[in-house]
Nanobody
Framework: VQLQACGGGLVQTGGSLRLSCAASGSTGSGYTWGYGMGWFRQAPGKEREFVAHIDGRGGGTVYGDSVKGRFTISRDGTKNTIYLQMMSLKPEDTAVYYC??????????????????WGQGTEVTVSS
């Protein structure tokens, strides 16, 4: 699976951004669509942090505590693309955001090791 994320940029505190991630290819188990996908982020000097996940079927979602109520993850199944709508952005949201994918349909955990595929990241900077 290849993951291509885009949509990052510079925004002021309180602003919004929408990230997107297009997936292509198949997983090791043969999924060509309908696999779970999500987002992590990594700020300078910090560990990677789970942001959000969406299941490949059924639309079930999971969010990290720091983004609940402000970020919304969604997917367009026909395009194998996911989106992360980020609202009420704060300086602490500044990070490189990574699109990730599972070799299965449903969420199994929120640590980086649970995800099988990683994109190259898109940078989000929130100015104060």
């Amino acid at each position: 699976v290849q993951l291509q994320a885009c949509g990052g940029g510079l925004v002021q505190t309180g602003g919004s951004l929408r990230l997107s991630c297009a997936a292509s290819g198949s997983t090791g188990s043969g999924y060509t669509w309908g696999y779970g996908m999500g987002w992590f982020r990594q700020a300078p000097g910090k560990e990677r942090e789970f942001v959000a996940h969406i299941d490949g079927r059924g639309g079930g979602t999971v969010y990290g505590d720091s983004v609940k109520g402000r970020f919304t993850i969604s997917r367009d199944g026909t395009k194998n693309t996911i989106y992360l709508q980020m609202m009420s952005l704060k300086p602490e949201d500044t990070a490189v955001y990574y699109c990730v994918a599972l070799d299965r349909m449903y969420w199994i955990g929120s640590t980086p090791g649970h995800y099988d595929y990683w994109g190259q990241g898109t940078e989000v900077t929130v100015s104060s």
